[in-house]
């Protein structure tokens, strides 16, 4: 769920690991959660193969993101247990359909189709600027105005450029306090 967090996503589609040989996950009809991870005994520049959403198809489609363990620190505070260090963009969209998928979003996002309402936008604040008698209501049309502006914040909403560090360590905090609650 970590993982799912960090992208965010919402742990809506199957997921595997892929470790020291064996599979574990939600897709390989094992109890994985019951596995304590210092069980494994990872040792520092170790990999293993996560792949998520199996519904994608074809299953080339699903994300496999490879996972390589940095450091094992022995004195980390349990409620600094799980944090972000670092990042760059956001986490693709959940729905699009794997790799290709997301390929295919990028392409579209930057299209022309995609980018009119940011032209519009500006050809209505360049006739607010030459304003210069009368109500500019009789110059726009406020309900297309609206409708603009609620278009490129959602447009903005997906930006793939973006990263906050402390709204995804603040996220993983959330998730962590949930898990805790949960267990006996």
Known sequence: MVLQTLM????IHLYTFRIH?????????????DIPIKQFRFQPKEKL????DFSAFPRRTS?????????I???????????????ARSGPL????GP?????????????EALKPLVRMA???????QQTEGSIRDHIDLDELQDLRDQLDSWHEEDPEHFDLIEVNQDLQDWQNRWFSQQP
């Open 49 to 52: 193969l996560y792949t998520y």
């Open 73 to 87: 620190s022995t004195n980390v505070p349990a409620e600094k247990y799980i944090c972000c260090l670092e990042g």
């Open 8 to 11: 965010g996503w919402e742990n």
């Open 63 to 71: 994300w496999e993101i490879e996972l390589r363990l940095e450091h």
């Open 21 to 33: 040989g064996s599979t574990y996950g939600s897709a390989s009809g094992g109890a994985f959660l």
């Open 100 to 112: 290709a998928g997301y390929r295919q979003w990028l392409l579209s996002r930057y299209s022309d």
């Open 123 to 129: 050809e209505v604040v360049d006739v607010i600027l």
């Open 94 to 97: 959940e729905d699009l359909g």
